[in-house]
């Protein structure tokens, strides 16, 4: 203990006498391990940590798919029981579906977040209620018969007041009156991870009419289970197949090419985050290796020049053993402040990534913080990079002959220039750092050429000055005339508000998700089987206010009400693709199937992007929009785009709550967020991966300028003799620069030509996020090669240029 105590004070003082070399260490180190601790942070929250269920991985979200390519879709009310019934490989299985609906608290009302499951939902997740009871397996089984809910820990103490006697106390839901049976412990969010209230499956007549619920044609429901002990993923969906096959035998009209995909709950709570964060903790690893291979390469360095003091030191009687000693310790003080300094950087970067992580890209159940875990992973960073540039130098300072290099002194401790092509420690770390650097930059190009493409997607309305909200109309208003009427009154109300221009109200706006789809069959028998499309309900006014053009034929108006001939308006690429845009207008289609009844389409609409802005709307298995009158086709869920005449949309949303109100006090509004934000939401995953990669990469590719210079410049200083020489001989500067420079690039070329070779690889990974850009796209690979050659000659060139300023006569009388 004394010999390690001893060890540690040499080394300190050995630090003090090179506050620069001692400074630059750390503060590199730090960076490293902060930055690579930050995003650990967010990969442990997200992907590593188990999800708050007893043994998560067995709890799994079925699906509805279609067709021969498997698509995604729902399930109809009497299929997904059909499955919770029929199946023979989950222990548990419950209907689900994440919805919304409007709680009435006296003269107030808001949305609160729910999920509609069976009564196995809460004993497959492991879950007990804190108060009351659950649902009983009798209360989801006959239709609309027993309103009972179950409620969060959090609306029991913001709405109940935390009071005893929630039990038994109503609760208005849509205007249905339901009794509280039970309250779930604190924490408690279900697997949407925000949900306020739960719902019987049985009383899904709250969001959706019963004509709705006995309808197999109408899909909208999912399911989640857990799987019996013993049962994998694989003979799971081959028992789901089995049910699946059943059904399109006893059902053919609905359930033909139709089935079930199983989904690990927590692939499907993440989709592409999961790609961000690996790619994200990748290149914070990279980082973090380069920042280790600098301060390695600063020891390198140091210890060359230390070599006949070692020598001295060894020849005074000091082991091999005591020298390296002597090196690990002053590895490990830079090891532990570089690791403190680290968790600094790691807290002020969580902090500020946080603050600027869009919406949605994290799952709601992550906790990022630097606790424990984070605090271990740091230790262990800097420990790792520790071990690295503590002992290679050590090594390097026990070898060779002591009297030898008493003899030569510090002329023998590196072959100067010639260091430059031969592949010694510190040039091996210089290409590792070239080739890592090009990796983040190759990243970061990738993503930021996808944010360019997806910048330039046209989505085919304006999203300036427009403030965008969503409600439900009351499901009291089972008529379509009265659902009708209340959208009119919506309309006229909001259109009112002081600064409001236009209003374009409908069952969904652009981008925001709440599309709904359907069949649809043309005139004359040519899709027998019927083509999957896209519907939206609208007002007259709705397509002008979003500065969606009519093309062809005509918009709708207020004749086009119920009773009036049944209309519609195609989109240009659903024209173009079964009639020909200049033939759209006059055709008949069907909504209900092959005999009709018949829609007239009367206009054709410019394309929209209503799902995202990366479908190719004009390929021929795309599914197209349809534009259909309100009054004709009525729907209980709403969404609302207010134009503004100001430039700030957000200040409209306070009155028209206001106004919403005074046509139904009992209506809420939600969701609300400008159509800007909900276009830059499309793009959240791409910038912030591109904005984190371009920071790492900007610091790997200093770090790495700052490891060329420094080799150079080494070799310079040592070779300096040799320079001398040259030009004593009549070598020109010019020449010492070109020689310098030359010798120098080599480096650098191995290590682009190593960093190329891995990103070709590594850059597959990014795939997912990509668009209209290749993952090994050369105009990427070209242009991030030459900026990086740029920064590299650059780095090469100042020591060359000291070099070409030597006195030749100076440097030789002094040797």
Not at 378 to 386: L, M
Not at 446 to 459: C, F, I, K, Q, S
């Amino acid at each position: 203990m004394h010999n390690l105590l001893r060890d540690l004070r040499m080394a300190m003082r050995a630090l003090g006498r090179a506050p620069g070399f001692t400074a630059a260490s750390i503060l590199t180190l730090a960076l490293g391990v902060g930055t690579s601790t930050a995003i650990f942070t967010l990969v442990d929250g997200s992907l590593v940590r188990a999800l708050p269920f007893p043994a998560a991985r067995e709890i799994f979200l079925v699906d509805g798919v279609a067709g021969p390519e498997r698509d995604l879709r729902s399930a109809s009310f009497a299929e997904a029981r059909d499955w919770e019934a029929r199946n023979r490989s989950f222990s548990q299985l419950s209907l689900y579906d994440r919805t919304g609906v409007a709680a009435a608290w006296g003269s107030e009302a808001e949305q609160l977040r729910t999920e509609i499951v069976s009564a196995s939902y809460f004993d497959l997740l492991g879950a007990r209620p804190a108060r009351g009871r659950l649902f009983l397996p009798g209360e989801d089984r006959i239709l609309d018969r027993d309103a009972v809910a179950v409620i969060s820990h959090e609306l029991w103490q913001r709405r109940f007041g935390g009071g005893r006697d929630v039990i038994g106390r109503p609760l208005t839901l849509n205007g249905r009156r339901f009794a509280v049976v039970g309250v779930m412990p604190a924490g408690f969010r279900g697997i949407a991870f925000d949900a306020e209230v739960w719902i019987p499956a049985a009383m899904a007549s709250v969001v959706r009419p019963v004509s709705v619920l006995e309808d197999r044609k109408n899909r909208w429901l999912s399911a989640v289970g857990r799987l019996r002990p013993g049962t994998d993923q694989l003979a799971a969906q081959a028992d789901m197949d089995r049910v699946a096959r059943q059904l399109a035998g006893e059902h053919p009209a609905t359930n033909q090419e139709r089935g079930a995909l199983l989904r690990p709950l927590r692939e499907v709570i993440l989709g592409n985050t999961a790609v961000l964060l690996e790619t994200l903790f990748g290149g914070a690893l990279l980082l973090l290796v380069v920042a280790c291979a600098n301060v390695t390469s600063l020891q390198l360095v140091r210890a060359t020049g230390r070599q006949r003091q070692v020598a001295v030191f060894r020849a005074l009687g000091a082991s091999p053993t005591r020298v390296v000693r002597h090196q690990l310790g002053e590895g490990l003080l830079l090891a532990l402040a570089g690791g403190a300094g680290g968790v600094l950087v790691a807290h002020a970067m969580l902090a500020l990534l946080l603050e600027r992580v869009p919406t949605g890209v994290l799952p709601l159940y992550a906790t990022a913080r630097v606790d424990a875990r984070a605090l271990l992973f740091a230790v262990a960073s800097a420990g790792c990079c520790a071990a690295l540039f503590a002992v290679l130098p050590a090594l390097r300072g026990v070898r060779g002959d002591v009297a030898y290099q008493l003899r030569q002194g510090s002329r023998t401790a590196a072959g100067g220039l010639g260091d430059l092509r031969r592949p010694r420690g510190q040039q091996l770390l210089v290409i590792s750092e070239i080739a890592l650097s090009l990796v983040l930059l190759v990243g970061a190009g990738l993503l930021g050429r996808t944010m360019v493409r997806l910048a330039a997607v046209e989505p085919g309305f304006a999203p300036a000055r427009r403030l965008a909200f969503s409600l439900d109309l009351p499901v009291s208003q089972d008529s379509q005339e009265l659902r009708a009427a209340t959208a009119a009154k919506l309309r006229d109300a909001l259109a009112a508000i002081p600064g409001v221009q236009a209003v374009a109200l409908g069952s969904d706006l652009p981008l925001r998700g709440s599309s709904s789809a359907g069949f649809l069959f043309l005139s004359g028998g040519a899709t027998p089987e019927g083509v999957r499309f896209y519907r939206h309900r609208v007002l007259p006014d709705y397509l002008a206010a979003l500065e969606v053009p009519v093309l062809r034929g005509r918009g709708f108006s207020a004749a086009d009400r119920s009773g009036a001939p049944a209309v519609a308006i195609a989109s240009r690429s659903m024209a173009r693709r079964f009639w020909g845009e200049a033939k759209a207008v006059g055709q008949r289609i069907s909504l209900e199937g092959p005999e009709g009844p018949w829609v007239e389409v009367v206009g054709v609409a410019g394309d929209v992007r209503y799902r995202d802005l990366t479908s190719d709307l004009a390929a021929p298995a795309s599914e197209p929009d349809l534009y259909l009158p309100f009054a004709q086709q009525t729907d209980d869920d709403v969404e609302v785009a207010l134009v503004s005449s100001a430039s700030d949309a957000a200040a409209l949303a306070p009155l028209a709550r206001a106004a919403v109100a005074s046509v139904d006090p009992q209506m809420p509004i939600f969701q609300v967020e400008t159509l800007e934000e909900v276009l830059a939401n499309q793009m959240a995953i791409q910038r912030l991966g591109t904005v984190l990669l371009a920071a790492f990469a900007a610091v790997a590719l200093a770090l790495a300028a700052i490891g060329i210079y420094g080799v150079i410049a080494y070799a310079v200083a040592l070779g300096g003799r040799e320079i001398a020489l040259r030009m004593a001989l009549g070598g020109r500067p010019s020449s010492v620069v070109a020689l310098v420079v030359r010798q120098g690039m080599v480096l650098v070329a191995v290590g682009v030509v190593a960093g190329v070779a891995t990103s070709a690889v590594a850059s597959r990974a990014l795939s997912q996020l990509l668009f209209g850009v290749a993952a090994t796209d050369f105009a990427t690979f070209a242009l991030v090669t030459l900026f990086l050659l740029a920064i590299a000659l650059a780095a090469s060139l100042l020591p060359a240029w000291r070099a070409s300023r030597l006195e030749p006569q100076a440097v030789l009388r002094g040797d």
